[in-house]
Structure formats: C-alpha cells, structure tokens
C-alpha cells in the first residue's frame, strides 16, 4: 500500500472511532441527565424506589402502604385464587366435550358356565367354524370410550358460563381491590388526623400545665380562691384523659392498618408520612354518575351475572333435547386355563326423555325465576351506585364549608385564649375563663382536623364509587 493510501486509511479509522467515542459519551450524558432529571418517573420506577426506602424505614406514605397492601393483604389473595378456580372450571368444561377413554377390567364368577366369545359360524360349517369357550370364572381387560356428539347445545354453554364465570372474578378482584385501597386511604387518614389531634391535646395540657403553676402563684400569694386551683387540677385530669384516648386510639388505627396490609409481624413499629392526598378538582355530578356506570366493575360483573342467568335457562330447556354421543370399546375375556379372546364394537347413540315427572320444566321454571333475580339485583346496584356517588359529592361540599369554618373558629379560639391568659396573668380574668378558652381552641382544632379527614375520606369515597383505579395495571403477585 502507498503511503497516501495508508494515511488515507488511518484518517478513515480514526474519523470512525472518534465517532463512535463522541457517541458513546453523548450516550452516557443523556443516560445521567435522564437519571437526574427523574425520567424514572415516567414508568414508576423512582416511585417505587422511593416506597421501598421508606418501608426499610419503617415509614410510609400512602402510595407504599397500598403496593404492599396489593402485594399481601389475604382477602386480596383469596380474590386472585378465585380466578385462577375459574379458570381451572373453564379446563373441566371444555374437557366435557372432548372423548373419554377408560382403561377397565376385573374378574367375574358366574352361576352357570358363560361364554368368553360369541359363537362365530360362517356358512358352510367348516374350518371357518368357530365355538365360543365357556368358563363360569372370567377375567376381562379393555380399553372403552365415549365422544358427546349433540347434548342440546347444554356442551358449549357450559363453557360459555364458565368463561363468563371467570370475568365476573375478576370483576370482583378489582372491587376488592378498590374497596381495599379505600379502606387504606381512610385508615391513613384517620391516622393522620389522630397524630395532629394528639399533638392538640398535648399542646393543651401543657398549657393547663402551665396555668396551673400560676394559679398555684397566685393562692400563695392570697389573691385567688383554692377552688380555683380544684377547677383547674380537674380539667388538666380531664385533659390528660382526652390525651391518653386519643393515644389508644392512634395505637388502634395503626394495628387496624397493619391488618390491612397483611403483616405477617404484627408488632413492627411503623409510621406514616403524611401528605395531602385529595385534589381541588373533581368531575361534576353528571360526569361521575355516566363513569360509574362505565367504570364500575361490580355493575359490569352483575350484567356478566344476567348473561349467565340467560345462558342457564337455555341449557335447562336443551336438557329436552336428544342426547346423541359415539360410544365403543375393545375387550378381552379369559378363562381358567384359557387364553385371552378378544372383541370389540363401537357404534353411535341417543336418548330423549319422554317423562320426567315434571323435573326439567321445574328446572326451567327455577333458572327462569334466577333470572329475574338476577335482574332485580342490578336495578337495585343501580339505585345503590346512583346514591354513593351523590352522597360522595354531598360530603365532599359538606367538608370544604366545614374546613372553611373551622379554620376562621380556629384563629378566634386562639386569640381568645392568649386574651384570657393574659387577662388572668393582669388579674383581670378569671381561671374559669382561661380554661374555657383552652377547651374552645381544642374543640375549634379537633373540628377543623375532623373536616379535613371527612373530606379526605369523601375524595376516597368518590374514586371508589365512579370505580376509578389508579393501580389497575399493578397485578397481584
């Protein structure tokens, strides 16, 4: 090669791999400002990488409790193994359709001497001649079958209802599922407002707390009755008290939630993260009403239910309908000292009932009388599901206008209450009005935390009531 054509090939190579090196950096630059910019994200990857750090912590946010929740909760599972029955029913009915071959025999001892053979004589009487052996003893050995050829339609609607079966299953997994996730948000709510209550409580025995050492100040130096300071032990014993319930209660909520979401250990110690879990927006009453209806799974599995109901009352009326099937077997028969002989024969036949008793018209008349049921069940879920999703909205209206109240009682129960202490700490008050201040600023703060956890509560009650699922492509496993 001449050196112009060397260096012309040097160049080449060298201009492909600076490339191949320029992109290969361009390649892992994206991947780290991908990973840095949280494109994770899109798939749910961070997400879930984020629940897992906070279950080793001991601490949970509400989208970490309902994944494990999904992955462990036992009714849950109970609801997933019903699917997979249904689809072990749906194997048994297609395998109705198919033939049945039985491997039989046994040994038989008869009264008088039978034969192993029928008698096989082919005219003229010769060497083509053949007399059966008679044994009273026989054993037999063979191999017979059956094929359902025509069962009045009864073979493939059977496999239709178990199919259907099968979706109605899985219509109740999703309705176990949301209503699971339900319980969870309302559970976490719930713990949420207690830790914010608790910390109301404790807030308002510290103060009583502390005006207990003043009005104590005060009967030292004479300016006040001791029944003041009577008045004021017996409201911090009674403010303890509302303390130590509200603490049973957290404890309470929190074994409620570890129930829930299927610890097998029922006395790890975990806690919540809180965070806000309701949106500002949510669809009209229309636009709620015309999703559940489309998006509800109970009410798509009770349509699957009518279909089935339909489906059995046309294979009680096939059951009038012949019975037609291919039936045959082949056979060997053997003696004491004899050897086996053998037969076979195969044909096709039916049968058709003609008197019954009455009992396939009753069995119509019973699936017929199903059916109805099955009708009336869906116009009562429809009634239902026309109330929930009311009453979801009614509660959610209820609890903003009680969030908005509460909070203005708030402000003013603590304005009065700094009012009152520092009039009694002037000597202008009285103890009494100190302590009613403190009780109208726990009750402003209990309201308020119990409007929050109401409207919570009724966004949770709405997703569940229109059936929205934001975990629905998460399977069990």
């Not at 999703?291 to 009352?313: C, G, H, N, P, T």
């Not at 018209?361 to 017929?368: A, D, F, G, P, Q």
């Not at 509460?406 to 000597?427: C, F, M, Q």
């Not at 119990?450 to 949770?460: C, G, H, L, N, V």
Request: some cysteine.
């Amino acid at each position: 090669m001449n050196p112009s054509g060397l260096e012309r090939s040097v160049k080449k190579w060298g201009s492909i791999i600076g490339l191949v090196i320029i992109i290969t950096f361009a390649a892992l630059s994206a991947y780290g400002e991908d990973v840095q910019t949280g494109s994770t994200e899109k798939n749910g990857q961070s997400t879930q990488m984020k629940a897992v750090a906070l279950q080793q912590d001991g601490r949970y946010n509400l989208s970490s409790i309902i994944r494990y929740a999904l992955k462990n909760n036992p009714n849950l599972k109970m609801s997933g193994k019903d699917i997979e029955i249904e689809e072990y029913e749906i194997s048994a009915a297609k395998a109705n359709r198919m033939p049945k071959i039985d491997l039989g025999g046994g040994v038989t001892r008869f009264r008088y001497d039978t034969p192993l053979t029928p008698a096989v004589i082919i005219p003229p009487i010769g060497a083509g001649t053949e007399f059966p052996v008679y044994r009273r003893t026989i054993w037999d050995t063979g191999v017979s079958f059956k094929l359902p050829l025509f069962k009045g339609g009864r073979l493939y609607r059977a496999v239709n209802v178990t199919e259907m079966k099968k979706a109605i299953a899985e219509d109740l997994y999703r309705v176990n599922r949301q209503e699971l996730i339900y319980n969870l948000t309302s559970v976490y709510c719930k713990i949420a407002q207690l830790e914010k209550l608790l910390l109301a409580n404790d807030q308002t025995v510290r103060q009583l707390e502390s005006h207990k050492k003043n009005v104590e100040l005060f009967l030292q130096t004479g300016t006040i009755a001791r029944l003041d300071l009577l008045k004021t032990d017996v409201e911090l014993s009674h403010a303890v008290e509302r303390k130590l319930v509200v603490k049973n209660n957290l404890a309470g909520a929190y074994e409620l939630l570890r129930a829930l979401m299927g610890m097998e250990n029922m006395d790890n110690d975990i806690s919540i993260v809180a965070e806000d879990t309701t949106t500002e927006t949510y669809p009209v009453l229309e636009e709620s009403m015309n999703r559940a209806f489309s998006q509800r799974f109970d009410f798509k599995a009770i349509a699957k239910k009518k279909l089935i109901a339909e489906e059995r009352v046309k294979i009680a009326e096939g059951k009038r309908l012949p019975y037609i099937f291919a039936a045959g077997e082949y056979v060997a028969k053997a003696g004491h000292q004899t050897s086996f002989k053998e037969n076979w024969n195969y044909g096709v036949r039916f049968s058709i009932p003609l008197f019954d008793g009455g009992l396939i018209r009753s069995e119509i008349n019973k699936e017929k009388a199903g059916l109805e049921k099955v009708k009336e069940e869906e116009r009562a879920l429809k009634l239902l599901i026309n109330r929930e999703v009311k009453d979801a909205h009614l509660q959610i209206a209820n609890a903003r206008e009680r969030m908005e109240v509460t909070a203005k009682a708030i402000e003013s129960a603590k304005e009065n209450a700094r009012v009152e202490a520092l009039k009694y700490d002037t000597g202008a008050g009285t103890s009494t009005d100190v302590i009613d201040a403190q009780t109208a600023l726990l009750r402003a703060e209990t309201d308020y935390y119990q409007a929050i956890f109401d409207k919570e509560t009724a966004f949770a009650y709405l997703k569940k009531s229109i059936g929205e699922d934001e975990y629905d492509g998460e399977v069990l496993k």
